[in-house]
């Protein structure tokens, strides 16, 4: 048991290192600017609308939901590889490996749910009244149900279950308890909590006995590892993740084959870069993330001025998001197969953040138009703040290519 704990303390504390060693590159200046402007905007409009509540919405319903998606917790059990031959004789040995791992699982996570709660505390004390305790139930709920779910989860998983199952009847059992509770009142949400920890009492019975799915277990460990990798990659390199690449059918219609004219060295990397955005199993979706996110911020906000504002921060950082792909193209295979001058690639790599500049810009335009008819000419500023970033981007790298000349 001594030993079952030791092992995890240190794979949880490597864990905590590397996510602290890749966060400092996640928050820095930039993107911690976005963020506190994305929350006064948000703010802002949230305070603004809740003034007026539209009415016939089922926001009870509305908040169950998502709540409940958030309540349901990845598991984490820190597994490797090589666990599958090396801790095998010693399942018997791991129960307090695995308590550690459903902890762990439940801390790492618990921020979520918290947050959606937040943000629907001046909502709900307008809408309930004098039946606000029953939000306040809603709150206590969302810290049990998650390591109730986690614990089911585990028995599931050591049962050869698979994964969307167990996630499917918890949304179930989430969302009824939550939505009957702000609906009904306190008693449902009890009666949820009964029927989990029954589902639990009763998973344990159903497993007496049974082995571990060690490719189960490490096959989820993995992946949750990827898909951290990959939203880190999105701001630094990650040695260990290979970028893969993905058809997008709807994008074809930018990676025409360029006629013979446009078929030298002067827009190969051009597009190379375009190619290595549009195909990218990443980049592409941050990228477009970060879009909607802009987009529904600007409608959201009823003042032109700071819409502008956020329109023009959104184009700086999305411009900033792609900086990524000189890297992978100048430094990467194809330089070594058609040597090209270094000018020849920095050309390429500007007309490519022109042409993103255009259609991000023409975007935001479109939707802030839409919005602020009257103010049309602030979008003005949307497009000089994208040329001044991809000025400087271009500026620091010719400065790079001449430091290593050096």
Not at 62 to 79: A, G, N
Request: charged share 15%.
């Amino acid at each position: 048991m001594n030993d079952a704990k030791t092992l995890y303390n240190l794979r949880q504390k490597e864990e905590v290192l590397e996510k602290l060693k890749y966060n400092k590159f996640i928050f820095n200046g930039h993107f911690l600017i976005f963020i506190t402007i994305m929350l006064g905007a948000f703010a802002l409009g949230y305070s603004n609308w809740l003034k007026d509540i539209p009415q016939n919405i089922n926001y009870r319903l509305i908040v169950s939901l998502v709540l409940s998606i958030c309540s349901i917790f990845p598991m984490r059990t820190l597994f490797r590889e090589a666990d599958k031959l090396y801790l095998l004789p010693f399942e018997k040995h791991l129960s307090t490996y695995i308590k550690k791992a459903i902890t762990y699982s439940y801390i790492n996570r618990l921020y979520l749910p918290v947050v959606i709660l937040v943000i629907g505390l001046p909502l709900f004390y307008q809408l309930l009244g004098s039946e606000f305790h029953l939000y306040i139930t809603v709150m206590v709920l969302s810290f049990i149900f998650p390591i109730l779910g986690l614990v089911i989860k585990w028995f599931w998983l050591k049962y050869g279950l698979e994964i969307w199952g167990v996630n499917v009847l918890l949304f179930i059992v989430f969302a009824s308890g939550y939505y009957t509770t702000l609906k009904v009142g306190m008693l449902s949400g009890l009666l949820s909590i009964v029927i989990l920890i029954a589902l639990i009492i009763l998973m344990e019975n159903i497993n007496r006995g049974t082995f571990y799915q060690w490719e189960t277990l490490v096959s989820l460990e993995h992946n949750h590892k990827m898909n951290y990798y990959k939203f880190v990659n999105m701001f630094t390199d990650v040695k260990v993740l290979n970028e893969r690449t993905v058809r997008r059918r709807y994008l074809d219609v930018f990676l025409k084959v360029p006629r013979s004219k446009k078929f030298n060295q002067d827009y190969m990397y051009k597009y190379l870069f375009v190619r290595s955005f549009a195909r990218g199993k990443d980049a592409f979706f941050i990228v477009l993330r970060f879009l909607i996110i802009g987009l529904l911020l600007i409608w959201w906000i009823d003042q032109s001025v700071i819409s502008a504002i956020l329109g023009a921060l959104i184009m700086y950082l999305l411009i900033l998001q792609l900086s990524q792909f000189y890297k992978q193209q100048a430094y990467g295979l194809w330089p070594q197969v058609w040597p090209v001058s270094e000018h020849q690639v920095i050309k390429g790599y500007h007309q490519f953040l022109i042409n993103m500049m255009l259609i991000l810009g023409v975007i935001l335009s479109i939707i802030y138009i839409v919005k602020f008819i009257s103010t049309t000419y602030f979008v003005v500023v949307f497009f000089i703040v994208g040329w001044l970033t991809i000025d400087s981007s271009i500026k620091k790298i010719k400065k790079h290519q001449e430091l290593l000349r050096d």
